[in-house]
């Protein structure tokens, strides 16, 4: 009775198996798609991040003297990095054309002032090139900054 009960859950498991690995070689599919247009769609939330902590075109002689090693362009002597070519010739010309006086270096430097000055806007109207939205452009007043 045992024997005969094992044999018949024995069929229905390899019956029940060579039904899926049949089904499975079938490759099915079915594609279902359903189209709708919104009208009114809301305008989603973007996030910038830029992983540069200032812009380069704005660093002044006085910056790279405090700021250069903690900004990660100027090593522990004051000489530079390997950088990009492009950044590199002109943090070099940015060297050269430092010979930073004692006076110089003695005024104090204000790392608020500093970021104030030197670090990313959000000047939307120079760092957004393209803005689509449905079938809208859109520009820099359509954004507006938040800062967490």
């Known amino acids: 009775l045992w024997l005969l009960a094992f044999l018949g859950s024995l069929a229905l498991l390899i019956h029940i198996y060579a039904k899926c690995v049949g089904f499975y070689f079938q490759y099915p599919h079915s594609t279902q798609l359903e189209e709708a ?21 704005q660093l002044s002689g006085h ?45 104090p430097f204000d790392l608020e002032e500093f970021y104030g000055r030197v670090g990313h806007q959000l000047d939307l109207g120079e760092m957004l090139v393209r803005c689509n939205f449905g079938e809208e452009k859109c520009n820099h007043s359509d954004f507006q900054a938040v800062s967490a």
């Open 37 to 57: 247009t919104a009208r009114n769609k809301t305008f989603p939330a973007v996030t910038l991040c830029n992983l540069n902590p200032a812009r380069f075109s």
């Open 63 to 107: 910056d790279l003297y405090w700021a250069g090693e903690m900004l990660g362009l100027l090593d522990g002597a004051g000489q530079p990095l390997a950088l990009e070519s492009a950044e590199r010739s002109r943090l070099e010309a940015l060297l050269g054309t430092l010979a930073i006086s004692e006076e110089e270096k003695s005024r």
